[in-house]
């Protein structure tokens, strides 16, 4: 980001801080390349097989941004710091529900003495046949 930007970018901030809710809209044209290219770097890093691309992880990474509400930005530096942090978590969770999914993820397991049905007895006319 160059300096005009990054003034720019530091107004909108601190607009966003004060309660502006449309200053997150005009902030991410100012950081996205930005953004998608830290993405990018920490993909890189990741499994070749990695699901999530670059854009996908700004966007959620985004999303958990604009929730915040009792942010009180500082600075450019500042949120991109926090958007690297939201990053690493949304790959850190990815990799969670993915290792979760491998071993069962939300199955449930039910035991054979557990089973609440009792065992069904054959159909007498296949006994007789």
């Known amino acids: ?22 200053a997150p809209a005009r902030l991410m044209p100012l950081v996205y390349e930005e953004l998608q290219r830290r993405a990018a770097e920490y993909l890189r890093h990741e ?3 990695h699901t999530l691309q670059a854009t996908a992880l700004v ?5 958990k941004l604009v929730d915040q509400k009792r942010v009180d930005w500082k600075n450019s530096v500042h949120f991109r710091s926090v958007a690297a942090r939201a990053m690493r978590r949304v790959l850190v969770e990815h990799a969670r529900m993915r290792n979760a999914e491998k071993r069962g993820g939300k199955l449930q ?16 006319d296949l006994v007789e046949l």
Not at 1 to 22: P, R
Not at 59 to 63: G, R, T, V
Not at 109 to 124: F, S
């Open 47 to 49: 499994r070749p097989d």
């Open 1 to 22: 980001m160059h300096n005009a930007t990054n003034t720019d970018a530091t107004q909108i901030l601190q607009e966003w801080s004060a309660g502006d809710t449309d």
């Open 109 to 124: 397991k039910i035991y054979l003495d557990e089973t609440k049905e009792p065992a069904q007895e054959r159909d007498p």
């Open 59 to 63: 966007h959620e990474a985004y999303l």
